[in-house]
C-alpha cells in the first residue's frame, strides 16, 4: 500500500467514527426517547441491560458506518488509480 491510500483510510476511519457516532446519539435518544450513558458515575443508575444495549447499538452502528464508508473510499481511490495509469 501506498502513503496516499494509508492516510486516506485514516481519514475515512476518523470520519466514520464521528458520523457513528452521531448517528447513535440519535438512535438512542430521538428513537428510544432515552438518556443515553455518559460513561461516569451517573450510569450507576442506569440499569445493566441498558448500558450493554447501548454498547450493542454502538458496536453495531460502528461497524456498520465503517464498513460502508470504507468500501465507498476503496472504490473511489480505485477510480482515480485507474484514471492516473491511462
Known sequence: ???GWKLISLA?????????QKITDVIWEKGLGKQKPAGDDTDLEK??????????VTAAVNAAVTEAMRRKTQQWYAGRQVKADS
Do not use: D, P
Open 12 to 20: 475515512t476511519g476518523a470520519a466514520a467514527g464521528f458520523v457513528a
Open 1 to 3: 500500500m501506498n502513503l
Open 47 to 56: 440499569s445493566a441491560s441498558q448500558v450493554l444495549m447501548f454498547a450493542v
